[in-house]
């Protein structure tokens, strides 16, 4: 029984993954920001058949006009829309109906982007290999309608292996170099203007016990997007290679993950990580720089890894294998995000880095009206919006009356408290003038009182003017009534 581990999934940022089975469906996974982060099938292309195995994919997903070439098991290679699904064109190959064709399938594809846009916009190059080794770079003119004849240059045809079978195959960024390799095929580095091989890997030796071990290459990719000599190869024999044909043709860093083969492998963007997935779930990053392993992604898949894809933009990848399930994974915490169960085992899987979350532009008509700007809308509506518009701007103008009343009580309310601070003050102002009124009543009877007993005092003073002592003693007495 496989193990599994139950990890609850906090969702993934908005993205748009393409997924392909054994049975030749295509089904395209949405995660958008309303629905939590959770990855639904939203679209599902075609009609199961065991025939139409997607063995191989590529997406050109450029804004005007993209593509999606699919090579099936049947030997057909299809152009496909990856907005819609509609078929823009389908090559037969020329083995096709031929016995062996069974065992010379299709396992390495390739659409080139920079040739596309260089050329005309209504045509794209593929490049093609098999098992054998037969490797075809084609020209094809998309027509505007499938009935339309297509018009192909003669394609070029050369063959990168003497014996064994192929079993991965990658186009570097620049698209100058292709790198093959596989069962008993040492890996090789390629020309793709002059069709020439540049570089061949050497076997390693014998390990200490004197046991040599079989070339079987399962996976490749190149590590950096500028520099197409350094690469790293996965094996069957559970040992991750790291190669630099400036320095040797040896590999100059090896190491071994887990004890199943490895199955898939793909570079991170900063040019120093790869991740790598085996035939028995295991999912990892390492750093290549030092060979050290940098962590396993939380919770165990149930079956073998089959492909690995890195977002170009947002920081997390996807897997898919043979448990019918669609992972993404968060490569910082290692965490998983969102997972989805599609039915049938899983070969490929490819995103589409010009999605855009729609839904997140219409929520603004679904918010409520209290955080709309109604008098900022557009006038033009359908004839179903107006009464819905004019019940939102009575609203606002019972809004609006209400909030003039409440300012007119708010306006009354100070003026009455303005006018009670008046009448205190008034208040205080008259209280004062009393005080100062009888103040000066009481300084003017104590004057006239004075005054009243000056003149008595003369009186007193002119009737007894003969009796000096009288008057000293009145003076006296004036003197300290003066005083």
């Known amino acids: 029984m496989p193990r599994t581990t139950t990890l609850e999934s906090p969702g993934c940022p908005p993205l748009r993954a393409i997924t392909f089975d054994v049975l030749g469906l295509i089904k395209v996974s949405e995660a958008r920001s309303k629905q939590g982060g959770v990855t639904k099938v939203v679209e599902r292309w075609g009609e199961p058949d065991a025939s139409r195995c997607v063995l191989a994919a590529s ?39 031929d016995v062996q064709s069974q065992e010379d399938n299709i396992v390495g594809l390739h659409l080139f982007k920079k040739q596309q846009s260089e050329s005309s916009p209504r045509s794209c190059t593929l490049l093609t290999c098999t098992t054998k080794g037969l490797t075809t770079v084609r020209s094809v003119t998309i027509p505007r309608s499938l009935g339309d004849s297509t018009c192909d240059d003669t394609p070029t045809t050369w063959n990168v292996c003497a014996a064994g079978n192929v079993l991965c195959c990658k186009v570097d960024e620049n698209e100058n170099y292709a ?101 028995s779930g295991d999912l990892a990053s390492v750093d290549i720089r030092t060979g050290k392993l940098l962590g396993c992604f939380l919770g165990k898949c149930s079956g073998s890894i089959r492909s690995i894809t890195r977002h170009p933009d947002l920081p997390v990848i996807a897997s898919c294998g043979l448990d019918s399930y669609l992972r993404i994974w968060d490569i910082k915490s290692r965490q998983l995000l969102s997972a989805v169960f599609l039915k049938q085992h899983l070969t490929k899987v490819v995103f589409d880095s010009n999605f855009e979350d729609d839904e997140v532009a219409g929520t603004v008509a679904t918010m409520p009206p209290s955080e709309q700007d109604i008098d900022d809308e557009p006038v033009d509506r359908d004839e179903e919006s107006p009464p819905v518009v004019k019940k939102k701007k009575k609203r606002s103008k019972s809004r609006s009356l209400d909030e003039n009343e409440e300012e007119a009580v708010s306006s009354k309310h100070k003026k009455t408290k303005k006018s009670r601070n008046l009448d205190r003050e008034d208040e205080e102002s008259r209280s004062a003038k009393k005080k100062k009124a009888k103040k000066s009543q009481n300084v003017d009877e104590d004057e006239e009182e004075l005054i009243s007993v000056e003149q008595e005092k003369s009186k007193k003073s002119k009737v007894k003017s003969k009796d000096g002592k009288s008057k000293k003693s009145k003076k006296s007495k004036g003197e300290s009534i003066d005083v």
Do not use: C
Not at 191 to 213: C, E, M, R, V, Y
Not at 259 to 276: C, F, H, L, R, S
């Open 59 to 97: 997406i050109n997903d450029r804004k005007v006009d993209p593509l999606l070439a699919v090579a099936r098991k049947n030997g057909a290679v299809e152009l496909l829309s990856p907005i819609n699904g509609d078929l823009r064109v389908s090559l037969a190959t020329t083995n096709q109906t």
């Open 179 to 279: 790198l093959f390799g596989g069962k008993g095929v040492e890996v090789n580095i390629w020309d793709l203007a002059t069709h020439t091989k540049i570089w061949t890997a050497k076997s390693p030796p014998k390990n200490s016990l004197g046991i040599f071990t079989p070339t079987w290459f399962t996976s490749a990719t190149f590590m950096s997007k500028d520099d197409h000599r350094k690469f790293a190869a996965g094996t069957n024999s559970h040992e991750v290679r790291l190669y630099d044909m400036s320095a040797q043709r040896r590999p100059v860093m090896s190491f071994d993950f887990r004890e199943t083969p490895i199955k898939a492998i793909t570079e991170d963007v900063d040019g120093n990580t790869i991740y790598i997935g085996n035939g």
